[in-house]
């Protein structure tokens, strides 16, 4: 199974669910799309505007693959799960984000840890979908720590001390 995540921003994703249910259209694999507010409305996919958390972090820990928008909490849930995500970071100049943040940390990111297939152009998503498994064969699939438990055991020391 495949599954796709374009976040919840409010501005469509349209490009990116279209694509992958065309995809899905010819190739014997099940894809599963949240779409947000992406106006298309997918016909060889199994598909819904939003799921609940519980739903995405199950379709994220059984997908085969993960397709996420340039979110970076989105990827970072698929890396700390030992995966390789495909990042298709969503563009100002399509009208699908407010400016390109979202291509830029993606390529820093990509740059830095070389743990994300970043789709910087559509017609690479195929190909990485179809090489899937060589081209993620020698980046960095160890996954990345949560910092949310250090953080709070941090944080609640700094509340002990002004309390006391």
């Not at 199974?1 to 190739?27: C, N, S």
């Not at 996919?45 to 970076?72: L, S």
Request: proline share 4%; aromatic share 10%; charged share 25%.
């Amino acid at each position: 199974m495949i599954f796709v995540t374009v976040g919840t921003h409010e501005q469509p994703f349209t490009r990116l669910v279209e694509y992958m249910d065309k995809w899905a259209e010819t190739h014997d694999e099940e894809v599963v799309i949240q779409s947000g507010f992406s106006t298309y409305e997918p016909k060889h996919c199994k598909w819904q505007h939003f799921y609940h958390q519980h739903e995405m972090d199950k379709f994220n820990a059984e997908g085969r693959i993960v397709v996420t928008h340039g979110g970076p909490s989105c990827y970072m849930e698929v890396i700390q799960l030992g995966k390789v995500p495909i990042v298709v970071p969503r563009r100002h100049e399509l009208g699908e984000h407010v400016d390109n943040h979202q291509l830029e940390i993606s390529r820093k990111y990509k740059e830095c840890y070389n743990s994300i297939l970043l789709v910087e152009q559509m017609d690479q998503l195929g190909e990485y979908l179809e090489h899937y498994d060589e081209l993620v064969k020698d980046l960095n699939k160890n996954g990345l720590p949560s910092n949310n438990a250090a953080f709070c055991k941090e944080f609640s020391k700094i509340i002990d001390q002004l309390l006391a």
